[in-house]
């Protein structure tokens, strides 16, 4: 065997200084494209998120728009005497990346329910508005209204500027660790029909 075919000689062995340069020029190519695609991919993915918690977002279906966005329209919470509001994903959609994620894959739902048209007419909202409610009440009671509590908490409320009736309320809530959709279902949207005594408490 000559020089030329020893698998111990030539720029092109295993363990030449060549090859492992290239392999280190690849894996570091690898790890920039990789970076960066993952800055992209998370860009993205961030960016899609965001746009759909928007009120343009929430309300661009007529089922949305026709309904319970008409009703919210009413309330404190669009329009009040210090220019705060608080739009749709204020109320439904959680905060922190986590439960964010996970109220997301819920509403595909919801999704579902837009292609198959179970809430396209006025008359098959209402047909359903109680227990769609029912569902929102009990996510808001499990999560403590976390999304209440973003806004509103009962340790920095200043009782002393309370109606007697409120304030009386509130600090049974407190003492009795009531949850804020515990007494203020209906806040932003009517209530339902046909709702229980079980609803009412």
């Known amino acids: 065997m000559t020089d030329k075919e020893s698998p111990s000689s030539g720029p092109a062995r295993l363990g030449s200084p060549q090859r ?3 392999v280190k020029y690849t894996l570091l190519t690898l790890l920039v494209a990789g970076f960066f695609s993952g800055i992209v991919f998370w860009g993205g993915f961030n960016t899609v998120m965001e746009w759909t918690n928007t009120e343009k977002f929430c309300i661009s279906c ?3 728009e026709d309904n319970v966005y008409q009703e919210y329209k009413e309330t404190i919470h669009y329009s009040n ?3 705060v509001r608080a739009v749709c994903s204020d109320c439904h959609v959680p905060k922190d990346w986590t439960h964010k994620m996970i ?6 739902r919801e999704v579902w329910g837009k292609i198959t048209g179970s809430i396209d007419t006025r ?5 359903k508005r109680l227990q769609l409610a029912r569902n929102e009440w009990a996510r808001m009671k499990v999560s403590d209204s976390r999304e209440c509590r ?9 009782s002393e500027l309370q ?16 949850t804020c959709i515990d007494c203020h279902k209906g806040i932003a949207h009517h ?5 229980t005594e079980a609803d009412e408490e």
């Open 123 to 127: 008359e098959k909202f209402e047909a």
């Open 150 to 158: 973003n806004c509103h908490s009962l340790e920095s409320m200043n």
């Open 20 to 22: 492992r340069s290239r």
């Open 191 to 195: 209530k339902p029909e046909g709702m």
């Open 62 to 64: 007529h089922e949305m």
């Open 163 to 178: 109606r007697q009736r409120a304030r009386k309320q509130h600090e049974t809530a407190r003492e009795d660790n009531m």
């Open 81 to 83: 005497r210090t220019g």
């Open 103 to 108: 109220r997301k894959v819920q509403a595909s």
